[in-house]
Structure formats: C-alpha cells, structure tokens
C-alpha cells in the first residue's frame, strides 16, 4: 500500500513491540533467521531470555544497545533478498500476536479522518508490509545499508529507530508528507518512547512499563 499523506492534518503513529501485538517482532524475526541458518541457536538462547525480560519489565536502552549491536554483526553480509524471503514467514508469526483492541483504535483514527503508521525499530520494509497488511497507510522503521554486492553492510541508512531516532525518523517523515505532529497522536508502552510521545499533541500509553505509567499519571494522558 502507497504510503498517503494527511493533508496538513494530524495523524495517529504507534509503536510495534507491546503496543500493536503482545511481545516482540525482533524475537519473532530472530526465531525465523535461526530456521534459516542465519542466527546460531545460542545467540537465539540469549534473546529469548533478553526478551522474556523484556517482556516482564520494559527495556532499557542498554539493553537495546546491546541487542543493536550483536544484530549488526549477525546480519552483515547476509544477501537482502534472503531477507526479503523470509517476510512472510515473520509476517505469519507476527500476525496472530496483534492485538484486536489496537486494531480497534486505528480504525478510529482512519475513520475520523487521520493517517495511522507504525514507528518501531524494527526493519523498514518488514514495517512498511506489516502495515499494508494491516490496513495503515504506512511505516516508519529502521533503514540497514545494502552494499553494491547486494548483502547487509550491518550498518544503518539513517536513524536508528528507538528512543531520539523515533522522534528524528518521525519528524523527517512528517515533514515529507505534510502531517502536523502537534495535532497527532502516538501509542507506545515503553519509556523508552518519552521523546516520541511528547512530540506530538495526543500522547496514550498502550501496556506501560513501571516508568512510563508514573509519566503517564503525572502528565494525564490517556492509558490503554
């Protein structure tokens, strides 16, 4: 699907990971490239037990950090269309873990008139696909470098895609296709989104990590 502008309008943007689906994309992502010969079985070990802590307490940046970096070193050199392939067994996995009642709220901002897009740190085309499956009129990820050879450089086309790079990665597009951040709204369960959700006029918290839901109290935004 086409990627639309808003019209000068405001628009709604949602984190991924604990906000549209229950869990994490990266693991669901990292299961697949571990079928595929891509990631041994103990870097897998690792992140499943990165994720189950994600999943119980939130994430950090240092963590993150950590994950981005072991990431970089996995997949460099890897061809980009063996990655392209490997979408719709991702897609597959990622699909049964959306949550209905998110599903719900983008289909009330569409109807009210405002674009919806997802923002996550997640790859750029597999979020720009999750979308158009979903019925969004598009995606903000994380852009990785392909050389001239065709493979993953393991470095990045632009922002990273967390925490200030969210807000960067948001305000670029925004700029391009005419959306008002101050008249937007954005959906996140971490605070590690603090940036992005004070960038636009609406904030909601989705699922929120301990951190985030003090924010939350204090500043009145809505909580889901």
Do not use: C
């Amino acid at each position: 699907m086409a990627e639309q502008s808003s019209e000068g309008n405001g628009a709604a943007f949602f984190d991924l990971d604990k906000t549209l689906m229950a869990g994490s994309s990266g693991m669901v992502f990292a299961r697949v490239a571990n079928r595929r010969g891509f990631v041994p079985r103990g870097q897998l070990a690792r992140w499943g037990w990165d994720h189950l802590r994600y999943r119980l307490r939130g994430s950090s940046d240092e963590q993150t950090n950590a994950v981005l970096e072991v990431a970089k070193r996995v997949f460099a050199e890897i061809p980009e269309r063996d990655v392209e392939r490997m979408a719709p067994e991702v897609l597959a996995g990622i699909l049964p873990r959306i949550y209905p009642q998110m599903l719900d709220e983008v289909h009330r901002h569409q109807d009210q008139g405002r674009a919806t897009f997802i923002v996550s740190a997640a790859g750029n085309d597999l979020v720009k696909t999750l979308a158009a499956v979903l019925g969004m009129e598009g995606g903000i990820g994380t852009r990785w470098a392909v050389g001239g050879d065709g493979k993953y450089t393991g470095e990045m086309d632009g922002p990273f895609v967390y925490g200030n790079g969210k807000v960067e990665a948001m305000r670029r597009f925004a700029d391009k296709h005419d959306i008002d951040l101050s008249e937007s709204w954005a959906y996140s369960d971490s605070v590690s989104d603090l940036p992005m959700l004070r960038a636009v006029g609406h904030a909601v918290v989705v699922n929120p990590d301990g951190p985030l839901l003090e924010i939350a109290r204090q500043e009145g935004w809505q909580v889901m």
